[in-house]
């Protein structure tokens, strides 16, 4: 407990000021269920931007998501609208009912000016974690994953992953080792047929800064 306490204090350290303003948006799902979620979009763009549905950690409540802002700010300055939807219950949404985030990204696309495109999932830590186990159920359905760090649980099925891109990054010194799971990780999405681009991150532990030279090439090869 006390880790995950310092990695949370580092998130928010990592935060800067002036980043908790976003829209707030609340989606009416076809069960009666409602689900909160924060919305940014870039400014001043030539046309209308990609969407990406960033996944926060821990028990994607509220204050986790405003904790991990920064990472959803930096793709909005380089011209991504996100969405993060916080969950209700606590429950992870790849445990409940598979439509619910297609039902998010509908709504999404039906009250803001976005491309029409699929979306891209992005988490990090916990968050990475489960933008992957998401996008296993419903592969089709996102452009590609994007997990900083993010691990797959040794119970999940991976089957017919029909090419989709994931971009992962583990830190070297991982508080959690996470870095050891790498490569069988690495070999478990290509043999499901997804494309990997996976690297350990010299020095980092477990929360670290995008590489976004890295990252802007892999992002490229998607629109």
């Not at 960033?54 to 994607?60: D, H, K, P, R, V």
């Not at 000016?113 to 999932?121: A, E, G, I, R, Y």
Request: aromatic share 8%; glycine share 8%; no cysteine.
């Amino acid at each position: 407990m006390a880790l995950r306490r310092l990695l949370l204090v580092t998130l928010l350290v990592l935060l800067p000021s002036g980043m908790l303003a976003a829209a707030e948006q609340t989606v009416q799902l076809h069960d009666g269920a409602s689900v909160k979620l924060f919305f940014f979009e870039p400014h001043d763009e030539d046309g209308p931007p990609p969407l990406a549905i960033f996944i926060a950690g821990g028990s994607n409540n509220e204050f986790m998501a405003k904790a991990q802002f920064w990472l959803g700010k930096e793709f909005v300055d380089r011209g991504w609208a996100i969405a993060v939807p916080i969950s209700p219950d606590g429950k992870r949404f790849s445990a409940g009912d598979d439509s619910t985030l297609p039902q998010i990204i509908e709504q999404l696309h039906a009250t803001h000016t976005l491309q029409d495109s699929k979306p891209l999932l992005v988490g990090m830590s916990s968050g990475g974690s489960e933008a992957m186990a998401i996008a296993f159920l419903n592969p089709s359905a996102f452009r590609g994953v994007v997990a900083t760090p993010g691990r797959i649980k040794a119970d999940a099925i991976l089957d017919g992953l029909d090419s989709l891109p994931f971009y992962i990054r583990i830190g070297e010194k991982d508080d959690f080792r996470w870095n050891r799971m790498l490569e069988p990780m690495s070999q478990r999405l290509l043999t499901a047929g997804a494309k990997v681009d996976a690297a350990i991150v010299e020095g980092a532990r477990h929360v670290f800064p995008l590489d976004w030279e890295s990252l802007e090439v892999w992002l490229g090869k998607l629109r």
